[in-house]
């Protein structure tokens, strides 16, 4: 399968040397160190761009990689595993790592291949610029996540670790993930704060509990305790906070907003 492109021109630019030379820009200098998982953004480039260029700025980005989204579209599979093949962005092919995704297919018994999840969803495709640029060599699993329920974001997650451990070889978990959509500032902020102390506390379970209780439109809660779930049994013990901001920030308007947040998680 050859996934093209669903929001090159939207997104991001189409031009390789612009999009080359905007993605460099937002990635902030630091010194990488290798981590477990991260959540990033996956707005436009020009509302949440920088806050992932933080984090891929101070995380080394191995080889393998398996990028987590959201399903916007509610097309597919509530697990959706991108086939066997390539996507395309401007930038040039990403592989599909077939290893890492037959292994989440061994170890993952809802995970299902089913392309149509993924052809128009944006959550997954706007990471891949700024993998590409950290490391061109980088191939990805992709999974696109609808769950409902803790005990199947627990199931998966768990999943994904024996999957990566049988893999033996570094993986990073990217989990795409906005917070609050469309809310004033100040409220966006102090709902996005009682998400943010859950992931600080490494708690998936009361993460996915705190967004569905205190109506917290964290459109990627479900991809992001996935991947605490799966860190966690893969070692990780701590989650650090890189940035947090909103949309207001770029267009003035505090009134109704969407906000991002970049972490690590170790």
């Known amino acids: 399968m050859i996934r093209q492109p669903a929001v090159a021109g939207k997104f991001y630019t189409e031009d390789p040397d612009q999009l080359r030379e905007e993605v460099n820009t937002m990635i902030a200098p630091g010194e990488p160190t290798p981590v477990l ?4 953004p996956h707005a436009g480039y020009i509302y949440s761009g920088k806050v992932a260029g933080e984090v891929y700025g101070v995380v080394e980005v191995p080889d393998a990689v398996l990028v987590l989204g959201p ?5 597919g599979a509530p697990v959706a595993l991108a086939p066997a093949g390539e996507w395309l962005t401007p930038l040039g092919p990403v592989p599909i790592n077939s290893k890492l995704a037959g292994l989440i297919l061994k170890h993952t018994p809802r995970v299902q291949e089913d392309p149509s999840a993924h052809r128009f969803e944006h959550s997954l495709e706007v990471q891949l610029p700024f993998l590409q640029q950290r490391n061109p060599q980088v191939c990805i699993a992709a999974l696109c996540l609808s769950l ?13 670790a024996e999957a990566i451990k049988e893999y033996g070889a570094p993986v990073l978990i990217v989990a795409s993930s906005d917070m609050t959509h469309y ?3 100040r409220s966006a902020k102090e709902k996005d704060d009682l998400a943010l102390a859950e992931i600080a506390a490494m708690d998936p379970e009361g993460l996915f509990r705190v967004c569905r209780q205190r109506n917290i ?3 990627g809660v479900v ?22 901001t909103t949309s207001g920030e770029v267009n003035g308007d505090l009134n109704r907003v969407v906000a991002y947040a970049g972490l690590t998680v170790n």
Do not use: W
Request: proline share 4%.
């Open 71 to 75: 399903n916007h579209t509610g097309f």
């Open 223 to 244: 991809p992001a305790a996935v991947m605490l779930v799966a860190a966690k049994e893969l070692g990780a013990s701590a989650a650090r906070l890189l940035r947090y």
């Open 148 to 160: 409902s329920d803790f005990p199947s974001i627990q199931e998966v997650g768990h999943g994904i």
């Open 217 to 219: 439109t964290m459109c």
């Open 183 to 185: 809310e004033n500032a």
């Open 37 to 40: 998982g991260i959540v990033v």
